[in-house]
């Protein structure tokens, strides 16, 4: 069976087409758009399935009960992750494709913060809220960029209620390319993962040769994919020490080509992953890139 196609990175796609995106640790980021221009997701989604992407993304990444509290004014997160839910709908309806919805589970509130996470009971409810509304709507539950076990245990085992396909997807940016941002080791996250009996486990968020070197570890689960960013590891001299896993990322890092992406995909597959997308950077050029291996296969 030949690998599924997962979208490109929807804040970059945004950017290139000329929309100011504040810092995501200090702003509601995309889900500005999702709130004030949401035909512009729509196109990107529409851009996506055209390019080849079998299964597109949910909007709400941003869209959370803590990240709001940034903008008083902005629509509850579940209004929102039913908008962004209608946007995916729509685009497959606009291209006349079978594409696939995967419904965004995100951390709860700054990305690679795991130390900021909400409460057990909070959290769950926050899950369980999006898991009525993608219920039947989805196919699948993508749980992404998880920093911490707690937070991507309690994701996956709430999305095994509202969905038969749940996705959990960890990341390993910061300065210990084999540990979480909450400095657990990835392999014991994918261990704990296992007990939750899901369909597949991914990495994203990372630099594509990190991302390689997650396999062996990611190859536990019965599936595995992988969605990374358009770089690659490259240590730069810091002045100091630097503990925020987003700087230290983006200080040691090479911005690479699609064509350059495309090399490490193929590596991904020859090494058995089942699903294939792009994180950071990628565009809907990377899609393009992947549906022309997929299509070799």
Same mark, same amino acid.
């Given at each position: 069976?030949?690998? *599924?196609?997962?979208?490109?990175? !929807? ?19 995309? %889900? ?5 221009? @949401? ?13 080849? %992407? ?5 909007? /709400? ?13 902005? @629509? ?19 291209? #006349?494709?079978?594409?696939?919805? +995967? ?10 913060? @795991?130390? *900021? ?19 039947? /709507? ?8 998880? +920093?911490?076990?707690?937070? #991507? ?7 095994? /209620? ?11 940016? &910061?300065?210990?390319?084999?540990? !979480? ?6 392999? *014991? +996250? ?20 990190? %991302? ?27 002045? &100091? ?10 200080? /040691? ?18 090494? #058995?992953?089942?699903?294939? #997308? ?20």
């Amino acid at each position: 069976m030949k690998p *599924l196609i997962l979208d490109c990175a !929807l804040g970059t796609e945004l950017e290139n087409r000329g929309e100011y995106l504040p810092s995501f640790k200090t702003s509601i980021w995309s %889900a500005y758009c999702l709130i004030h221009k @949401p035909e512009i997701i729509k196109q990107i989604h529409i851009d996506n399935i055209e390019a080849g %992407a079998d299964v597109i993304t949910t909007s /709400n990444y941003q869209a959370t009960p803590e990240l709001l509290k940034r903008e008083p004014s902005a @629509p509850p997160y579940d209004d929102l992750a039913k908008r962004s839910l209608e946007l995916c709908k729509e685009a497959i309806i606009k291209t #006349g494709t079978k594409t696939k919805i +995967a419904g965004c589970y995100p951390p709860i509130h700054v990305t690679f913060r @795991p130390d *900021l996470s909400s409460k057990e009971k909070k959290l769950r409810k926050f899950y369980e809220t999006l898991g009525e509304i993608y219920q039947n /709507n989805v196919d699948v539950i993508i749980c992404e960029t998880m +920093a911490s076990i707690y937070e #991507g245990t309690i994701a996956g085992s709430t999305a095994k /209620n509202f969905s038969e396909t749940v996705w959990l997807s960890w990341t390993t940016r &910061g300065n210990k390319l084999n540990r !979480l941002p909450s400095t657990e080791l990835l392999d *014991l +996250a994918i261990s704990e993962g296992l007990k939750l009996d899901i369909d597949c486990q991914l990495v994203n968020c990372v630099h594509a040769d990190t %991302a390689s070197l997650a396999i062996e570890k990611l190859k536990k689960e019965k599936s595995f994919g992988i969605y990374a960013n358009s770089s690659i590891y490259k240590k730069n001299k810091l002045e &100091g020490f630097v503990s925020d896993s987003d700087e230290w990322h983006y200080h /040691n890092h090479q911005p690479i080509t699609p064509e350059d992406y495309k090399e490490f995909v193929l590596e991904w597959i020859d090494r #058995g992953a089942s699903i294939i #997308g792009g994180c950071c950077r990628t565009t809907t050029e990377h899609i393009k890139e992947i549906k022309k291996v997929v299509d070799q296969l």
